[in-house]
């Protein structure tokens, strides 16, 4: 990807009473390198340099996969206009109006050795730490991959990464910060869930204690704390649920609340006099905020009430009013023998800001994932005892546990306290939430896990359904006919899914059919055949795949409606030179291989709009600009700019291959050359090619010349082994040049005259500015090799390269 570079003002004092501002340094917003605005430092050559997106690049989400959605009704259709809809235009106008629809969405380039963080963030907590700690990660990051709590909540952010693979999740704020972000993970049902971080600006921090985290954020340096999390380690946490009923055999009916403040325990459940001390905390936090904003000062607060309790002794009966089960044991006597004041229910070895009650001569280690729950049994001597590194009383460790209170009593879940009324209480487990931890050094790192394969249910759509209901998902989905599922990876692209497809032994699949994009805009929209290798599976589908069943009749009926609008349309016998006479007036697509091949299956009646104008670069006809948008690599230049089709309509946005290596049990750093790899490339052998790489073989060989497996596969136009080799070869393979000529893939694909490989060179970052040893740019070879129109669009393609700093800054 280009870098996006960034002014710096530095304002100089006059003499006069104006000050004078000069440009004195250049900074990339992605990756922080600096320039002195000097010829000697920064000149126009480094504009088209690759960015790598810094130190950070394996957890930031690229400029890339953020795609610009149009504005609702801003595209025009290809299908015929129904006059019985005009009556409930409005209605449905009024009722998507009160949905407000997202500016963009995620659509990530599934790459083994990238993480992507997104960080929600609770202004509130740590007093103005919340904020100032916004504004760094901003800077530091994805501005779109930070969120503040306070503006709806994490559901919004976790729904818009929903897709993204191996997706981790930084919680800025206390455990109560915490608790909310992995009970609307829950809700969400993700699958594989985010593993989830945890920075300290909370008052206890008792789960960024057991993680590794520490105790509060100590104004620690974002880049580090960012380059631990990119290093963390995964642990599970048992996760507790808790059914509360109310006691009908009580005799006393006491003021307190029917339900507890929370259902879920991530730290610990407790009852008595230390949630009677977070109660009173509680209100007098309410009634003045001011005074409580500092931990020191929370802190003398505890220490002040816990006294005042040591001398009334208030909860010195609650054995009395407490029956205990544990897993079907009756504890209530061992509860009765030590008088205990307190009873907590410890998930975590932290409690009450880093003490650590669970006594190790109990015999049994506390772990975060055993599915147990330590209980024990606090006095009021006790409490004060453990800030000095003292022990509580063990009771037991359980899996299910039966508490039935006969009098209102103070309890708190994770901080949340409330008085509750008699009630029996269950407790039993209810999951595990896969968290962050600290690792510690001497630990190796773990190998990226690979990636899981999702599964998908494919429905298809009958052509009068989509006619009728193209702007209705709800109806669309309801008449679609299950064709049956698959599991797919999330690597995998349009093509490998349609072969999959085809293999499906069911009576729904229809013989002439093409795929839908449901999860883009804000209707469903058709995929071109000819671009399917251009998209994965995650940009068009989410759960669901929809497939259309094609009719010729219907296409036929509607390239020659006028309904549509548009008198330039161009249908799939329009010869080359017709198309570009009219290319101002039509959609711009990807070529097939070959000439003869047809590049649409529809009409195009309407031009774009302004809207899709302003986010394509001028490309010649025939041929789509996928753009040099920032990818996760350096080399490689990825784009989703939205991609039109014949018929006026926006496909899914392009998806180009990262560079890295995704086959299972490979490596980078591979050692063992072969000319088998050259020779399956040049007899068009995908499937040795794929043998020899889980073999460990390199897809970095070279032969006599220099030239690697892709200046093979690129001359001969073998699409599927150089799209092959583009996701699975490392990075650098793009831009090799060969020992005889100095070429680079890209130059030797333009010398032959091979268009679709070079929109594929191009997307995956290859260098278009790069020279051979005449001092030929890939431009140059194509204009040589007499194909005019795939030198303007190499030219129209490292033109944009150069002007691309608005459109990535906008991003």
């Given amino acids: 990807m ?228 990119g290093n963390s380690e995964t642990v599970l946490l048992d996760r507790w649920q808790l059914k509360v009923e109310k006691n009908n055999d009580a005799k006393e009916k006491g003021d307190g609340k029917e339900q507890l403040p929370l259902s879920v325990v991530n730290n610990y459940f407790s009852m008595g006099v230390d949630a009677h001390i977070a109660l009173e905390f509680h209100e007098a936090r309410e009634a003045h905020p001011e005074r409580f904003n500092s931990r020191l000062r929370n802190k003398m607060f505890y220490g002040q009430m816990g006294g005042k309790d040591l001398v009334r002794r208030k909860w010195k009966g609650l054995a009395e009013l407490v029956t205990l089960e544990c897993d079907g044991k009756d504890m209530t006597p061992k509860l009765k023998d030590h008088r205990v004041h307190a009873i907590v229910f410890l998930n975590i070895p932290s409690y009450g800001g880093g003490t650590h009650p669970w006594n190790r001569a109990f015999g049994i280690e506390q772990a975060t994932d055993d599915g147990l729950i330590e209980v024990v049994g606090l006095t009021t001597y006790q409490l004060p005892l453990l800030q000095a590194g003292g022990h509580g009383t063990c009771i037991a460790q359980c899996r299910t546990a039966r508490i039935v209170t006969s009098k209102t009593i103070p309890m708190q879940v994770d901080g949340e306290a409330c008085k509750l009324e008699p009630s029996v209480i269950t407790l039993s487990l209810l999951n595990q939430a896969t968290m962050l931890a600290k690792r510690r050094g001497g630990r190796p790192q773990t190998q990226a896990a690979a990636q899981e394969s999702v599964r998908v249910t494919v429905l298809k ?81 989410g759960d669901q795949l929809f497939i259309l069943e094609e009719v010729a009749d219907v296409q036929d009926a509607a390239g020659g409606s006028g309904g549509s609008g548009g008198s330039g349309a161009a249908t799939k016998d329009v010869s080359r030179e017709t198309s570009q006479e009219t290319s101002q007036d039509v959609s711009q697509e990807v070529l097939s291989p070959s000439d003869d091949q047809s590049t649409s299956d529809r009409a195009s009646p309407d031009p774009l709009t302004d809207d899709a104008k302003e986010t394509h670069a001028a490309a010649p006809a025939g041929l789509a600009a996928p753009g040099p948008a920032p990818g996760p690599a350096p080399g490689t230049h990825h784009s989703y700019t939205p991609v039109y089709s014949a018929d006026g309509v926006p496909y899914s946005s392009f998806a180009g291959h990262a560079g890295g290596d995704t086959a299972a049990g490979s490596s980078h750093l591979l050692e063992k050359s072969s000319e088998e790899v050259l020779r399956a490339s040049r007899e068009n052998d995908l499937r040795r090619l794929r043998e020899l790489h889980q073999q460990g073989f390199s897809m970095l060989s070279i032969d006599a010349v220099g030239q690697t497996a892709l200046h093979i596969s690129a001359r001969a136009d073998h699409r599927d082994i150089v799209k092959y080799l583009l996701a699975n070869a490392p990075p650098s393979i793009v831009d090799i040049p060969d020992t005889e000529r100095g070429q680079t893939a890209l130059q030797v694909a333009a010398a032959a005259a091979r268009r679709s490989v070079c929109c594929l060179l191009v997307a995956a970052g290859a260098s278009l500015i790069v020279r051979d040893r005449q001092g030929r740019t890939a431009k140059q070879l194509a204009r040589a090799a007499g194909d005019e129109t795939l030198a303007d669009y190499l030219d129209s393609q490292e033109r944009f390269h150069l002007v691309t700093e608005d459109v990535e800054t906008i991003v």
């Fill in 2 to 229: 280009s870098a996006a570079w960034r002014s710096v003002l530095q304002s100089f004092q006059s003499k006069l009473s104006f000050s004078n501002k000069e440009i004195v340094a250049l900074s990339c917003s992605w990756c922080k390198t600096s320039y002195h605005n000097k010829e000697a430092c920064f000149n126009l050559t480094r504009i088209g340099e690759e960015c790598t997106l810094g130190s950070h690049k394996t957890i930031v989400v690229p400029p890339s996969w953020i795609v610009k959605l149009p504005r609702r009704g801003s595209f025009k259709s290809s299908l015929r206009k129904s006059p019985k809809k005009k009556g409930s235009s409005k209605k449905k106008s009024k009722e998507k109006a009160e949905k407000e629809p997202r500016a963009f969405v995620i659509k990530p380039i599934p790459t083994a050795n990238v993480r992507p963080v997104i960080v929600f963030i609770n202004p509130k907590s740590g007093g103005n730490q919340g904020v100032k700690l916004l504004q760094k990660f901003q800077w530091h990051l994805n501005p779109r991959q930070v969120f503040d709590l306070t503006q709806g909540g994490p559901k919004m952010g976790l729904e818009l990464f929903r897709k993204v693979p191996n997706l981790r999740v930084l919680a800025c704020g206390g455990d109560g910060t915490v608790g909310w972000v992995l009970s609307v993970l829950d809700q969400l049902t993700f699958h594989p869930p985010p593993a989830v971080g945890v920075l300290p600006l909370g008052t206890g921090n008792d789960l960024a204690r057991a993680l590794g985290w520490g105790g509060g954020y100590t104004d620690e340096p974002i880049s580090k704390i960012l380059s631990n999390i």
């Fill in 461 to 541: 759509i009958n052509m009068p359904d989509y006619e009728q209901h193209h702007y209705e998902k709800e109806l669309l989905a309801q008449a679609a006919l299950v064709v049956g599922e698959l599991d797919v990876s999330p690597a995998a692209d349009l093509e490998q899914v349609r072969a999959m497809i085809s293999k499906l032994e069911s009576p729904n699949v229809p013989p002439d059919w093409c795929f839908v994009d449901s999860c883009t805009a804000e209707r469903f929209f058709r995929v071109d055949r000819a671009q399917e290798h251009l998209h994965y599976l995650m940009d068009i589908a």
